[in-house]
């Protein structure tokens, strides 16, 4: 099974900050590659698939990156209702759609 | 308005079952993949099972293979998830989600773009 490592697994950081969330898959998933934002008692809400397409609706300030393996999702200005918890998704193998284990960004 | 919602958890013995529904709505349910994702409390997220369109093809993660069945009903726009053999570390918020795929170049992305809001099961004696 392929595995998704995020890091960091939490982060601190300011509003106006430019923040990069990293995730590493055991093997290479070309750009099958999604990331998601969650928060506390809410559903999962999609931010960009494919590894750089923004879901509609989604702000310009997130922005995703990479392909292989190694990959960034990148908040360039963080703004009070970004704090949360981000994930990140392998699609490659359609037997099993692997999360990674979540980065929590903290207000600092 | 695409919906889906979940119902059908609850407080379980160890051992016991459980059917999770998915109703969906405002979309043509019989064309997209379906899937069940949960979230043990405080935890990450865990990809759980997933389903095509037409119900022919099902996977699972290794945790629940063997115990847990994904179905759905194209005509009542529904997704289940018969639970078996249910252990406390299955107690989790499940939920259901859809699949939407992106076609580029030679590739066929994925993603889970729309999500219920979750159904607590609770596996506890």
């Known amino acids: 099974d392929i595995q998704m490592t995020q890091s960091p697994s939490s982060l601190s950081a300011s509003v106006g900050d430019r923040v990069t969330i990293t995730c590493r898959a055991s093997q290479s998933i070309s750009s099958y590659l999604n990331w998601y934002q969650q928060k506390p008692g809410k559903a999962p809400k999609l931010l960009i698939y494919?590894?750089?397409s923004l879901q509609s609706g989604v702000p310009s300030r997130f922005s995703g990156s990479g392909s292989g393996t190694d990959f960034t999702l990148t908040i360039s200005s963080l703004q009070p209702e970004d704090f949360a918890t981000y994930y990140c998704q392998q699609s490659y193998s359609t037997l099993t759609y692997t999360f990674g284990q979540g980065t929590k960004l903290e207000i600092k | 308005e695409v919906q889906l919602v979940e119902s059908g958890g609850g407080l379980v013995q160890p051992g016991g079952s459980l059917r999770l529904s998915c109703a969906a709505s405002?979309?043509?349910?019989?064309?997209?993949?379906m899937h069940w994702v949960r979230q043990a409390p405080g935890k990450g997220l865990v990809w759980v099972s997933r389903?095509?369109?037409?119900?022919?093809?099902?996977s699972y993660a290794d945790s629940v293979k063997g115990r847990f069945t994904i179905s759905r009903d194209n005509a009542k726009n529904t997704l289940y998830l018969q639970m078996n053999s249910l252990r406390a570390e299955d107690t989790a918020v499940y939920y259901c989600?859809?699949?939407?795929?992106?076609?580029?170049?030679?590739?066929?992305?994925?993603?889970?773009?729309?999500w219920g809001q979750g159904t607590l099961v609770t596996v506890s004696s």
């Open positions: 405002g979309f043509t349910f019989s064309s997209y993949w």
């Open positions: 389903i095509n369109s037409d119900g022919s093809s099902t």
């Open positions: 494919a590894a750089s």
């Open positions: 989600a859809r699949e939407r795929t992106y076609y580029y170049g030679s590739g066929s992305y994925g993603r889970f773009d729309y």
